[in-house]
């Protein structure tokens, strides 16, 4: 067993182990934090098969955006999860029969399932070797896929303008910065000369209106 | 003159291209304009889709292709394109009122459609896995949105969400389906699936199945449905005429595409799946329909039976069977527009009715509203001369000269089941003592319930341009 070999059943062991532990931990901010090992050692998996760019980006995507987002919302909608689990023990013998039903199926499919020889040979996109991970994906990304890579902007933009329609209120009672009118302000407008007469002070209207 | 990007010709995506960069201006003008621009954005929004249905008829003849074989723009597409166009602009002018009232006034709505009709398109035309991905999420994260447009509705509310969660795990199936179909054939165009697909194996099955479910969600149809009533009736009135017509256009669109240029030679697997989903869809749309009271939620459950019948076109797995599809589509989405537009008429002293008890007694308050409701029920019944017995008739004919006999039958009982709700909902406009009078009909919503009963109504007299047009699409898949 070489060196790879070894690592790889590290993280694939590792990547299982905490893939059970996110549906059984009993606390979700726990759960959410074995996402992200889930997320770490597919990041390894990945660089084991020399695709280092997928890697990193799982790692930048997944681990600092995704997860950490994960763990705001679970922190700030205070579920309830001992209430979700209730019903666990009353639906555990149905769920165990489809289970095992299911299993069952998938083995009597991979029973009598040969693989063909010639799917080994389905690679289509062979890793080039003599050009790093990230510039032949930039070598194709923006001329082969133009048009994938185009339309995939388009879906983004789509999911803008819908986090803006689905959440923005325009609220009278809210004070707007307007930078027009605060440009346009000159001296003999923002201030006023007021006499202030000794142990009187400055009566309510003037300062009222200086406010304005 | 070269048009061209990255060695790719961009003559067949030309009206992709309008329909975007359009959107894109509408959306600027509504950024820089405000609130006050709806009005303005809709009826641009309009134009531009009806620009583009023109652009798409006015490029060349014959099967053009780009992006090496991803993009293909037929007489398939041509004619799906047009029809998912013409729903969306409806739709629009449908809307008109709802966006007029002072809270509602989003202009992004009509952005959202004219994206989503870009998804559309890219839908209809797509050649490969990946582009049916693409324009499936670019038309549904719209429809999501819109779906939810009524904020102030707890129930368009839960309609979006209901809709996104839904959408979205079918989507992952559609991808699982995907990635399996790309792993056993190695490529995920279509021509390449259909030459290594020929002598089949379980794997590629397998793909297909979870690639069929993903799609089964997106037409509604059984044992994917059970978003469609919830959204129906939540999503505002005409948000659910929206749904009911372009994006089934463009679902059977790529479903009929796939099934028929992917899987040519595993015609046995995908017709029993096919067989199953129409017989569960038309048993299930007709009979749950019975109890409704909500005239949106039986139009939803209307909505899963019919998609039912044109399913039964396409297990034919002929051509005749794809025309039959392409003509039960294009009369289901005139006759579910004018019966949407008909639901959107019934106000009652500005508040928008929807039982169907509220409809009673219509004949002597509106008799010319019940006239057209009325028509437009018989044609969906599928009772001849009108428009949909000719959807029916072709779709079963299709089925019978495929040997598919057992389903054929099945649809006519289904058919009649369904007749039932239909007439009893003219027994209610009819014969029952009338209510209230409801509010004068607008101009443009009175437009299309009178375009829409006219042209099921006369449409016996002059078939043979539906007809034939759908022949020359279907024969373009083959």
Same mark, same amino acid.
């Given at each position: ?88 023990? *009353? ?24 693989? *063909? ?67 346009? *302000? ?7 000369? *007021? ?18 | ?168 795990? $079918? ?6 389906? @995907? ?9 995920? $165009?279509?021509?390449?699936? @259909?030459?290594? @697909? ?88 007709? #009979? ?13 459950? $209307? ?74 029920? #018989? ?16 779709? #079963? ?21 369904? @007749? ?55 024969? $373009?898949?083959?």
């Amino acid at each position: 067993m070489t060196l790879p070999d070894l690592f790889f059943y590290l993280y694939a062991g590792v990547c299982i182990a905490s893939a059970v532990m996110v549906i059984v931990a009993r606390n979700p901010v726990h759960a959410v934090l074995f996402l992200i090992l889930v997320f770490v050692n597919s990041a390894g998996l990945f660089m084991l098969m020399g695709a280092e760019f997928l890697a990193l980006i799982l790692v930048i995507v997944y681990v600092g955006a995704v997860a950490v987002l994960f763990l705001f919302v679970i922190m700030m909608l205070d579920i309830d999860f001992k209430q979700l689990r209730q019903g666990f023990l *009353r639906y555990l013998p149905f769920g165990l029969t489809v289970g095992v039903v299911f299993l069952a199926e998938l083995l009597l499919l991979a029973g009598g399932w040969v693989v *063909r020889p010639s799917v080994a040979k389905n690679v289509t996109a062979p890793i080039p070797t003599d050009v790093g991970n990230t510039e032949a994906l930039g070598l194709v990304l923006y001329t082969t896929y133009i048009h994938y890579f185009q339309i995939a902007g388009v879906v983004l933009l789509v999911s803008m303008i819908g986090a803006i329609v689905l959440t923005m209120r325009h609220r009278s009672s809210v004070k707007r910065q307007n930078i027009a009118a605060q440009n346009a *302000r000159s001296p003999e407008t923002a201030i006023a000369v *007021r006499k202030v007469t000794s142990g009187q002070g400055l009566r309510e209207q003037d300062s009222a209106e200086w406010v304005q | 003159m070269t048009f061209e990007i990255a060695g790719y010709q961009l003559l067949p995506v030309l009206p992709e291209l309008l329909l975007l960069t359009g959107g894109m201006v509408l959306l600027m003008i509504g950024a820089y304009g405000g609130q006050r621009t709806t009005g303005l954005v809709t009826v641009l929004a309009v134009l531009l889709l009806g620009a583009t249905g023109a652009a798409v008829l006015m490029l060349p003849a014959g099967r053009l292709e780009t992006f090496g074989g991803s993009f293909v723009l037929d007489d398939f597409a041509r004619f799906m394109k047009v029809l998912a166009l013409g729903g969306s602009a409806i739709t629009l002018i449908l809307s008109r009122e709802f966006l007029s009232e002072p809270s509602r006034r989003i202009f992004e709505f009509a952005v959202l459609v004219v994206l989503s009709s870009a998804g559309m398109m890219v839908l209809i035309s797509a050649g490969d896995l990946i582009m049916v991905y693409l324009g499936l999420e670019l038309m549904s994260l719209a429809l999501y949105v819109v779906a939810a447009s009524n904020r102030e509705d707890p129930k368009s509310n839960e309609a979006g969400m209901k809709y996104f969660v839904l959408g979205a795990l $079918s989507s992952g199936m559609l991808l699982y389906g @995907a990635s399996l179909v790309y792993g056993f054939t190695g490529t995920v $165009s279509f021509t390449g699936i @259909a030459a290594a @697909a020929k002598d089949g194996s379980v794997g590629l099955v397998f793909g297909l199945v979870f690639l069929l479910a993903g799609l089964c969600f997106k037409v509604s149809a059984v044992p994917f449905h059970m978003w469609t009533p919830d959204v129906y009736e939540g999503a505002p009135t005409p948000v659910t005429a929206f749904f009911a017509s372009a994006p089934k256009v463009a679902g059977v669109a790529v479903f009929v595409r796939v099934v028929l240029t992917a899987f040519p030679d595993v015609l046995q697997q995908w017709q029993q799946i096919v067989v199953f989903v129409a017989i569960a869809s038309m048993a299930l749309g007709s #009979f749950a329909a019975i109890g409704q009271k909500n005239i949106k939620r039986l139009m939803a459950y $209307s909505a899963i039976a019919h998609i039912g019948f044109a399913l039964v076109g396409l297990s034919a797995g002929t051509a005749e069977g794809a025309q039959g599809v392409l003509v039960y589509i294009a009369i289901y989405v005139v006759m579910t527009l004018g019966a949407f537009s008909v639901i959107l008429a019934m106000r009652r002293n500005g508040q928008a009715i929807e039982q169907i008890s509220d409809f009673a007694g219509l004949s002597r308050t509106n008799p010319q509203l019940a006239f057209f409701f009325g028509m437009l029920m #018989f044609s969906l019944a599928g009772i001849p001369p009108l428009a949909g017995f000719f959807a029916k008739f072709y779709v #079963f004919v299709a089925a019978v000269k495929a040997g598919l006999i057992a389903l054929a039958v099945i649809g006519v009982i289904t058919s009649v089941v369904g @007749a039932y709700y239909y007439l009893a909902i003219v027994k209610v406009m009819y014969f029952d003592p009338p209510k209230t009078a409801v509010d004068p009909v607008r101009f443009e919503v009175g437009g299309v319930v009178a375009a829409a009963g006219l042209l099921n109504l006369l449409f016996f007299v002059y078939p043979a341009p539906l007809i034939s047009a759908a022949g020359v699409a279907a024969k $373009s898949l083959f």
